[in-house]
């Protein structure tokens, strides 16, 4: 009856189909005969399921239907997954050179990371060694700086093979000069700009090597990463930077291992001067630092080549004076210039030469983070080669200074927003864990009711 019943609502309906309606084309047209479309009528197929359907969606009045609409949702259906490979593919295929990208450049930076921990613990082992020979650190500290001098024709060397550019070094020096102001370099600004970031430079490592000769190795390295609070406490006071809790904390360890460095060997003798001198280095740097920030504000590599050339060039012409001065004072007395150690003062001069421009030069190819770690494993790479070659043993309250001043280290290059980064990162795991929690409920429940059916036992569903 139910059949019958339903073959009598199919011959009614059945004028709809050559019914005319807006916007659909006639049966009697010609195209409409030759090629089919959705409109016609569906093939019925051997279980008549197709049939079936749509006559009982034109029985319910479904607003939109026409014949075969069920069919061809089921074919979009396919052809939607037919295209999906294709664009799996191109996914997978930018999602694979992303991620070679990102690799790329993090094992680029671990090796400038391991280039400039080695080159800054190489200076800080050959200036140790120099002294040995020749006590005289301002002149150590003047002949390295004149080397500053190379920093821009090596950088134009390496930007005219790189890019390949026809400009000359006076065309790219100019552009480049754009640093110093719109209208370029001249005497003024020079003597404006340079002087003072030249004399801070000067201060730094000065009072560097003056605490090389005081301290070990891994002491003064040690100390000089407390250059980063400072640079911190300035920031925050001078610039008007955000406040961040975790940076005063770091700070507060930062002080607190200098504190401990100082008491290691009592608070008398060559330990507390060398502290201080080390100390004054990392306050030095981080004014410099800031002033550079505040004054120059961001520059390229070009303009930072160009700035450290011309910090040679001022230390050449104006701060040649000095060493003279504690020459004939008997200061910094040297014999003749036959005698000196040319060797160990050009090793000094180059290492740090190669630092300074793998420190600019690193922050452009990969993450300026990776730069800061490079010179805080200065650290343990100073105390392997102390402990090894000049069997330098370590009080607990030394090396307990050392890892508190590290971990303050670590805990400024935290980024601004980690807090918030964090908490996304818990909360989106802890919504991972409760979707598989709801996940073993699903499954556990499933297994309990067709365990319950095979048994013949029947599950009511609580509202």
Avoid at 101 to 120: A, P
Wanted: net charge positive; with cysteine; glycine share 6%.
């Amino acid at each position: 009856m139910e059949s019958e019943r339903v073959e009598q609502l199919g011959v009614r309906l059945e004028p709809l189909r050559s019914s005319h309606l807006p916007g659909i084309a006639s049966p009697k047209s010609p195209k409409a005969e030759n090629h089919p479309t959705y409109r016609e009528a569906p093939k019925v197929t051997a279980n008549g399921v197709h049939d079936i359907e749509d006559r009982i969606l034109r029985m319910t009045g479904y607003y939109g239907y026409y014949p075969g609409y069920s069919s061809h949702r089921r074919d979009e259906g396919s052809d939607s997954h037919a295209e999906t490979p294709a664009s799996e593919a191109s996914r997978e295929r930018s999602s694979y050179q992303m991620c070679a990208n990102v690799v790329l450049k993090v094992l680029g930076g671990l090796l400038v990371v391991l280039c400039v921990s080695s080159s800054w613990v190489g200076t800080t082992q050959v200036v140790q060694r120099t002294f040995k020979s020749f006590s005289c650190p301002f002149f150590i500290s003047w002949f390295s700086t004149n080397w500053n001098i190379l920093f821009f024709p090596l950088y134009y060397s390496g930007h005219v093979a790189i890019t390949r550019e026809k400009q000359t070094p006076i065309q790219k020096f100019r552009e480049c000069s754009r640093l110093f102001g719109e209208e370029g370099m001249t005497l003024k600004l020079f003597l404006k700009r340079t002087a003072p970031f030249s004399i801070l430079w000067t201060l730094t490592n000065y009072l560097y090597l003056l605490a090389l000769r005081k301290l070990t190795a891994t002491d003064v390295s040690a100390l000089y990463c407390c250059h980063k609070a400072f640079v911190f406490l300035l920031s925050w006071i001078v610039l008007k930077d955000r406040f961040m809790g975790v940076r005063i904390v770091a700070a507060i360890m930062a002080i607190t291992g200098i504190v401990m460095m100082a008491y290691a060997d009592g608070f008398h003798g060559d330990s507390i001067i060398g502290v201080a001198l080390a100390v004054g280095s990392a306050s030095t740097s981080a004014l410099y630092k800031v002033l550079f920030k505040m004054f120059l504000g961001s520059a390229n590599l070009g303009e930072v080549a160009h700035f450290f050339s011309t910090m040679g060039f001022f230390n050449l012409i104006f701060i040649s004076c000095v060493p003279l001065i504690l020459y004939f004072t008997k200061v910094e007395h040297w014999g003749s210039l036959s005698s000196l150690p040319w060797g160990y003062l050009c090793g000094v001069a180059g290492l740090w030469l190669v630092f300074n421009i793998l420190v600019n030069v690193g922050v452009v190819l990969t993450y300026p983070i990776l730069i800061s770690i490079g010179t805080l494993l200065s650290v343990p790479g100073n105390a392997a080669i102390d402990v090894l070659k000049h069997e330098v043993i370590f009080s607990v309250v030394r090396l307990a200074a050392t890892c508190i001043i590290c971990v303050g280290f670590l805990l400024l290059l935290l980024p601004e927003e980690w807090d918030t980064v964090t908490l996304r990162f818990l909360a989106a795991l802890a919504d991972k864990k409760s979707e598989e929690h709801g996940e073993e409920l699903t499954e556990s429940s499933i297994h309990t009711r067709s365990r319950s059916r095979a048994n013949g036992a029947v599950s009511i569903p609580m509202a």
